[in-house]
């Protein structure tokens, strides 16, 4: 079992940038693919971005690919989300999460452990 923390959220103008970070209490981090996930408000859960175990494989939402990158340090325990170019449309409560299948997965019912979330709103 895995908890995990997510922090880094805020306030920031459009076109700003925000680094998430999410903490891992398993030794076993590195066993685990991640998941960033959204929710905004009256939406379902989405997809966001992917990585497998070893950090080699990455998978984004189209609507975000070219401005955010997920990266991991296995060696921290540590997951992050860096967001450049924000847009309105990126307000949500972002939530990180892990899976035991080894791939990346953008499905959220593959998801077994998740994060209490963090939220990130972005202005006009």
Request: with cysteine.
């Amino acid at each position: 079992q895995v908890q995990l923390v997510e922090s880094g959220g805020g306030l920031v103008q459009a076109g700003g940038s925000l680094r998430l970070s999410c903490a891992a209490s398993a030794r076993t981090f590195s066993y685990y693919a991640m998941g960033w996930f959204r929710q905004a408000p009256g939406k379902e859960r989405e997809f966001v971005a992917g990585i497998s175990r070893g950090g080699g494989g990455t998978d984004y939402t189209n609507s975000v690919k070219g401005r955010f990158t997920i990266s991991r340090d296995n060696a921290k325990n540590t997951l992050y989300l860096q967001m450049n170019s924000l847009k309105p449309e990126d307000t949500a409560v972002y939530y990180c999460a892990a899976t035991v299948f080894g791939v990346v997965t953008a499905r959220v019912n593959d998801y077994a452990y998740w994060g209490q979330g963090t939220q990130v709103t972005v202005s006009s």
